[in-house]
């Protein structure tokens, strides 16, 4: 069989077994494994532990346990809902001020959680809400969230960033380093189109009004004294002070990424523990249940993964697919546009751990061949995948909102997402015209890349 119908093979059986419903895992390891019984050596698959094994033993993916954990004990605990309401207290007089304010708290809450899954539920649950009983449309309110809540991905300590960073075998503190500018950049993209969005509903609901309907929530006015806005300060600087002392003693080059999880985690716990009284093995049981359950998750994925690129690798479909990209002679920025496209395309099925183990063998040698700084295209690889977080079909975000707030269709939530959508396209589009938003901030702080 040759090389270009052994790759279709290959990528047809993986959709077949996919397909199936085999959790994400057990489909690539099974089709990994088929494959080596019938087109590699018959001692090969004795080594499939072995390969798996140390395909996991990275010093790097240790710290992804400690990283969960850390978001598992802030997300369990009423951290997210005060965080947000501390937000809210001072940003209530700013115009759209409750959706700046959840943009913020998504935001914040993904820098100390690093999921998106984490920052929908724990920010969502109280903003949601809060946003609707203050008249601002279901849609509007779910498609914020959804859309904060893939920040998760973006801002440092991204899970998603550190499993590029080993495919890539780039500096995962550069990475952390580039993501932090365009991070921040779609966090003011977001909150500008809030304030935008806050004008047209009142707009709408004074003409409805006028003609005489109900008085909406959205034109009252929260009052809070300076006594109320302080008092909701003290259980979050806390961990405004984790957050920062964490990304201090990484950047400081005081600890490794996987020294700074480990205490990210200790003291995450620790403040809990404090502020909100959970010493209770009962309330450290959700904690531990969370961390042991989508650590085990995402390294059952990260082995097999691995596997499956190692086997695409021995049979030689993976360079044969990056020379004929090679080959076709595109230009540098068509190249680009052709290969986020396809992962646009995975983004409809695929989670983002999945799609960067499965495309670095094959897309990453035409892009550095054609000149592309890999931590650059790291950052936007990483906003292409946090697309396929909101839209459809599978869009995680958009499930996990609706299952916080049953009762909004999920027709609205799409449609209150799909601008943030656009906003994300801006957002890489002024990113492939300026990237030094992305290298900058690295090249400062740890010197010119290579």
Known sequence: MSITWLGFAYGAVTLLVMFSGIPIAFALGATATLFMMIFMPAASVDTIAQNVYEEMASITLLSIPLFILKGAAIGRSRAGKDLYSALHAWL????????????????????????????????????????????????????????????????????????????????LGRLFLA???????????????????????????????AAGGARSALLARDEFTLRQKLSALPRVLPFLVLLTGVMFAL????????????????????????????????????????????????????????????????????QSVAQAIVDMQLSRWALLAAILSMVVVLGFFLPPVSIILMTAPIIL??????????????????????????????????????????????????????????????GIIVLCIFPGIATSLADAVMGPGR
């Open 365 to 426: 040698p035409p892009l550095r061949a054609a000149g592309f700084d890999l931590i650059w295209f790291g950052v936007i690889m990483t906003i292409v995948m946090e697309l396929g977080l909101i839209h459809p079909p599978v869009g995680l975000n958009l499930f996990v909102i609706k299952n916080i707030a049953p009762d909004i269709p999920l027709r609205d939530v799409i449609f209150g997402v799909l601008p943030f959508v656009g906003l994300m396209l801006l």
């Open 179 to 209: 993501a932090i500018v365009p991070a921040l950049m779609l966090v003011v993209l977001f909150a500008l189109y809030a304030v935008w969005r806050y004008h047209v509903e009142c707009t709408q609901a004074r003409v409805v009004e």
């Open 251 to 318: 950047y400081g080059g005081y600890a490794t990424p996987s020294e700074t999880a480990g205490l990210g985690a200790i003291l995450a716990l620790g403040l809990i523990a404090v502020i909100y009284g959970t010493w209770r093995a009962r309330d450290w049981a959700p904690m531990f249940s969370v961390t042991l359950r989508e650590s085990t998750m995402l390294m059952l994925i990260i082995g097999m993964s691995l596997l499956y690129a190692y086997v695409m690798s021995y049979l030689h479909i993976s």
């Open 92 to 171: 209530h007089r700013v115009p759209g001020g409750l959706g700046i304010a959840n943009v913020f708290a998504c935001a914040l809450f993904a820098a100390m959680a690093g999921s998106s899954p984490a920052t929908c539920s724990a920010i969502g649950s109280a903003g949601i809400p809060e946003m609707r009983e203050r008249g601002y449309s279901p849609g509007f309110a779910a498609g914020l969230i959804a859309a904060g809540g893939t920040l998760g991905i973006l801002l440092p300590p991204s899970i998603t960033m550190i499993l590029y960073a080993v495919a890539s075998e780039q500096s």
